[in-house]
């Protein structure tokens, strides 16, 4: 991720927010959130304020 020009996250709503134990990386790491139109807004909104761009597909 350190080396690449943007990073995309492709995830269904059902992905997140995840409760999983392993993180990959934070929301200010993802440039770009494409995720489907049934995501919880709050989650979508914390994509935003990280400065990400969020897609729904």
Not at 15 to 32: A, E, N, Q, Y
Request: hydrophobic share 40%; aromatic share 2%; glycine share 8%.
């Amino acid at each position: 991720m350190r080396t690449t020009g943007k990073v995309v996250l492709v995830a269904a709503e059902t992905k997140f927010p995840g409760t999983g134990s392993l993180r990959v990386c934070s929301l200010s790491d993802i440039d770009v959130l494409v995720t489907t139109s049934g995501a919880d807004p709050n989650t979508l909104q914390l994509c935003r304020e990280a400065d990400g761009k969020v897609i729904l597909a």
